[in-house]
């Protein structure tokens, strides 16, 4: 199973655009940038027909140490999810893209 990597999607960029490699690196470490900064600043990045990015707050819980058993506090924090549109679901399940609404 091969991983795309920063530098896999620069050089799609740069075969797919037409931008120089330079250019294409710097555009696509932009379009990151520009997510990150949203994403901490607690916002949805949402990317039609792809999904969307959404920060969510867990509260603080007691979780167990799994191997003495001893129970010790999990504090609060936020995790990013991921939640894929209809669009992609349907694509890498091999179906019929659906038409109309491409919301994520």
């Given at each position: 199973?091969?991983?795309?990597?920063?530098?896999?999607?620069?050089?799609?960029?740069?075969?797919?655009?037409?931008?120089?490699?330079?250019?294409?690196?710097?555009?696509?470490?932009?379009?990151?940038?520009?997510?990150?900064?949203?994403?901490?600043?607690?916002?949805?990045?949402?990317?039609?027909?792809?999904?969307?990015?959404?920060?969510?707050?867990?509260?603080?819980?007691v979780g167990?140490?799994?191997?003495?058993?001893?129970?010790?506090?999990?504090?609060?924090?936020?995790?990013?999810s991921f939640?894929?549109?209809?669009?992609l679901k349907?694509?890498?399940?091999?179906?019929?893209?659906?038409?109309?609404?491409?919301?994520?």
């Amino acid at each position: 199973m091969n991983t795309l990597t920063r530098a896999g999607l620069a050089e799609a960029i740069y075969s797919q655009v037409g931008l120089s490699r330079n250019e294409s690196a710097a555009l696509l470490e932009a379009v990151l940038e520009r997510m990150a900064a949203s994403l901490e600043a607690g916002q949805a990045v949402k990317i039609s027909a792809f999904g969307t990015f959404l920060v969510r707050q867990k509260g603080q819980r007691v979780g167990r140490n799994p191997k003495t058993g001893v129970e010790v506090p999990i504090l609060p924090r936020k995790v990013l999810s991921f939640r894929p549109s209809q669009v992609l679901k349907a694509r890498i399940n091999g179906q019929a893209v659906p038409h109309g609404d491409e919301e994520a």
